[in-house]
């Protein structure tokens, strides 16, 4: 028993050296990041169609391989979670299991695992490629090693109310430039602009300032109210990037003060000992 508490020991601090940028990779997150890696532009490949059937045979294999290392993977991650107080016992397990990483680990594989092993043969091509894209979630098994996903993160979560409300004025101003275009250009341009779900794509490619130019209003006063919807437009899609850039400085800030607090703490703690 004391050999096994001992392993887990070992697998939970080799498994969680690294992770958010704590020091240097272990070499099994070495061999994570490499799969991982290896795994998505596996992903890309698979797409050409020149490549020999020997090819796409082979990794297909690879892909087996890694789907069943990344399942052996979460259950050693979920078993070796226990060293963590946060997660000790059946409650904290089950905590673990619901949290951003477990989720992200457990979707990395497990809608592929289930093909290979239920449904291999009797798949549609489409639904098959659906369920390939879920091996973008592998990208976030990257993200605990980068200690700027954190950032972004904190910043999300700072900033979360304000991106609320700039996102419902996004919609709102999408929605009343379709029904503004609808009524001064339905009637002239029926299959661009005959409905409001037809002038809401109008509406989101100019507020957004792409402009692919399919459709595009013909009459004067339409043409007026596109040019103020496209000068309200700029406002829009700039409010959010402002409110997250902001939240983004913030939380560096805060990181680095509570970092020169920590240096400060602990330079008094020193000179008290001596």
Not at 111 to 126: G, K, N, R, V, W
Not at 203 to 214: K, S
Not at 240 to 262: M, N
Request: neutral net charge; charged residues 15%.
């Amino acid at each position: 028993m004391a050999s096994v508490l001992k392993f887990r020991s070992w697998l939970y601090q080799s498994m969680e050296q690294g992770s958010s940028g704590s020091g240097k990779l272990s070499w099994i997150n070495r061999v994570l990041v490499f799969l991982v890696l290896a795994s998505l532009v596996m992903l890309a490949l698979e797409t050409e169609p020149d490549l020999s059937d020997t090819w796409h045979r082979s990794l297909r294999v690879l892909n087996v391989i890694i789907v069943v290392v990344f399942a052996v993977e979460y259950v050693l991650r979920f078993w070796a979670a226990g060293e963590n107080p946060k997660y000790a016992g059946f409650k904290g397990h089950l905590r673990y299991a619901f949290s951003f990483y477990a989720i992200a680990d457990l979707l990395a594989f497990l809608p592929e695992l289930l093909i290979m092993i239920f449904a291999a043969d009797h798949i549609s091509p489409q639904l098959l490629a659906i369920l390939k894209a879920f091996r973008l979630f592998r990208l976030f098994k990257l993200a605990r090693y980068i200690p700027a996903f954190n950032l972004l993160r904190d910043a999300m979560k700072k900033a979360g109310s304000q991106l609320m409300i700039s996102l419902f004025l996004a919609l709102a101003l999408v929605y009343i430039s379709a029904i503004a275009l609808y009524l001064i250009e339905g009637d002239q341009q029926p299959d661009a602009f005959g409905s409001i779900p037809r002038a809401v794509w109008w509406a989101i490619a100019t507020l957004t300032t792409v402009g692919y130019g399919d459709v595009f209003p013909i009459t004067p006063l339409g043409r007026v109210a596109a040019s103020c919807i496209a000068l309200a437009g700029i406002g829009v899609v700039a409010l959010p990037a402002g409110v997250f850039a902001s939240s983004f400085s913030d939380v560096i800030r805060e990181r680095q003060e509570a970092a020169l607090e920590e240096k400060a703490r602990q330079s008094l703690t020193g000179q008290d000992d001596d």
